[in-house]
């Protein structure tokens, strides 16, 4: 089992930066592979970024690539999203989500854990 808190959103102006924070309870973040995703009405939930629990290494959507950050602090159990650059296209509601199987293969599809989301508002 394992809870998921997400805050941080809000309204933002284009080219502001923000951080968005998800914190974990009853797993430690150090060993489950951690990811951000964002949904907006009318469109499937889209993939943002992940860190993975074995190699650290970060994987990005296309379209955040550059601008976007995501960062783990196994101390304070918390993933972190810091997004630059902002354009109104971020406007969306971003979940935290978790990969329980411990594997080694990443796989959007192995997401199955969410919070309950953080709305961004980008105003034009």
């Known amino acids: 089992q394992v809870q998921l808190a997400e805050s941080g959103g809000g309204l933002v102006q284009v080219g502001d930066s923000l951080r968005l924070s998800c914190v974990a309870s009853?797993?430690?973040?150090?060993?489950?592979?951690m990811g951000w995703f964002r949904q907006t009405p009318g469109k499937e939930r889209e993939f943002v970024a992940a860190?993975?629990?074995?190699?650290?290494?970060?994987y990005y959507g296309d379209s955040v690539k550059g601008r976007f950050t995501i960062s783990r602090d196994n101390a304070k159990n918390t993933v972190w999203l810091h997004m630059n650059s902002i354009q109104p296209e971020d406007t969306a509601v971003y979940y935290c989500?978790?990969?329980?199987?411990?594997?080694?293969?990443?796989?959007?599809?192995?997401?199955?854990?969410w919070g309950q989301g953080t709305r961004v508002t980008v105003s034009a």
């Open positions: 989500a978790a990969d329980l199987t411990g594997d080694y293969y990443f796989s959007l599809r192995d997401f199955r854990s």
């Open positions: 009853g797993r430690t973040v150090s060993s489950i592979t």
């Open positions: 860190i993975s629990w074995s190699t650290d290494d970060t």
